[in-house]
């Protein structure tokens, strides 16, 4: 147990926004496994994917923040978008 | 009772990391480089001995590409990412197939304000995504975000105009593309002897002409990367053919 107190007493300023970024981004995962509807997971989704391109950005991969950027919270989200209004229109008939 | 299975189990997980196998790791930044491999890869040194690479300076390095995930992806590691090429044509390749079941189009509601901004802003989008992928061996970036930008504006267009189409010359754009860089690899094999290797003269560090045959697969797999995710985005939207 002593360990884990000593672990939050050596936290600094960077270390405190690695820890809100993954926070959030554990809360947005839970909220887009546990959502009701199928298209507010996706935004969690897409919400998940944008938070942790700050993170890549503070690890200094810039090349991985843009892909992911790019790939992840853009254009997945819009196949999958894409996809569930597919699944819809063929539930209605 | 699932869920509270699934708390425990993350809360000993979570205790094991913090407190036993974090302390084990190195501090951000603060690893020996020395003693690493990447260190080779970083120096642009494999054959010879150690020399500090200087920006604008450098000449004749065994790869000119001043952006090192770049060296490492398209000349340490090129069949790889022919291979990731390949993989992404399969998924699309799939999609294609899969998306074919029923013909019923998308349509979205035209909207006057998006119409508009789309048309100033879909060439910005064009040339960033060309300057990513031109660029990727000297700033962040590469063939594969480059292409996924242009993509995106693809998208754009799509959202604004319900009769826009992509056609047939993203297929064959993209054959083209991938049958290219195949190209080069056996031009490399011709000349030097080895699949994919570098036959330019790697220039200055720094310059647009630098990296020998690494700018030339950029654009490439960039073209390629573009046409197909717009075809693929095309095809979840049509339904029939693209």
């Known amino acids: ?10 936290l600094e300023l960077l270390d405190w926004i690695f820890y809100l ?19 507010d997971s996706i935004l969690a989704l897409s919400a998940v994917s944008l938070l942790s391109v ?6 200094k991969a810039p090349d991985v923040a843009i892909t992911e950027a790019a790939v992840g919270s853009g254009l997945a989200s819009a196949v999958m978008i894409f996809a569930l209004f597919r699944m819809k229109a063929g539930e209605k008939k | 009772m699932r869920r509270i299975w699934a708390v425990l189990i993350s809360a000993v997980f979570l205790y094991f990391l913090i407190a036993s196998y974090y302390p084990t790791l190195p501090m951000f930044g603060n690893i020996d480089m020395y003693r690493r491999v990447s260190f080779d890869y970083i120096s642009k040194s494999t054959t010879k001995e150690y020399q500090p690479v200087e920006f604008k300076k450098s000449k004749d390095l065994e790869d000119g590409s001043a952006n090192v995930v770049t ?26 197939i899969l998306a074919n079941i029923r013909k019923r189009r998308i349509e979205f509601e035209e909207h006057k304000v998006l119409a508009t901004a789309t048309g100033i802003v879909f060439p910005l989008i064009l040339l960033f ?52 860089y195949v190209l080069v ?10 699949f994919l290797a570098n036959f330019l003269p790697t220039g200055v560090v720094g310059n647009l002409f630098s990296a020998g045959v690494v700018p030339i697969v950029y654009t490439l797999i960039g073209f390629k990367v573009g046409a197909e995710l717009s075809s693929l985005v095309s095809e979840m939207r049509e339904g029939d053919k693209a």
Do not use: W
């Not at chain 2, 799509?158 to 297929?171: G, P, Q, R």
């Not at chain 2, 690899?185 to 080895?194: E, F, K, S, Y």
């Open chain 2, 71 to 96: 060296s490492i992806v398209v000349n340490y590691r090129s069949f790889d990412t022919l291979g990731e090429v390949t993989v992404l044509f399969a998924a699309a390749l799939g999609v294609g």
């Open chain 1, 21 to 39: 970024i993954g926070g959030l981004m554990i809360i947005y995962s839970l909220f887009a496994v546990e959502a009701k509807k199928v298209f």
């Open chain 1, 1 to 10: 147990m002593s360990n884990i107190i000593e672990f939050f007493q050596n």
């Open chain 2, 129 to 180: 995504g060309a300057y990513v992928f031109i660029h990727g061996h000297l700033t962040p970036g590469g063939g594969f975000p480059g292409g996924t930008i242009i993509a995106l504006g693809v998208l754009l267009l799509m959202l604004s105009k319900n009769e826009f189409k992509v056609t047939e010359i993203a297929k064959h754009t993209e054959q083209i593309a991938g049958s290219g």
């Open chain 2, 185 to 194: 690899g056996l031009i490399g094999m011709a000349i030097v002897g080895v």
């Open chain 1, 54 to 59: 700050l993170l890549f950005i503070v690890l």
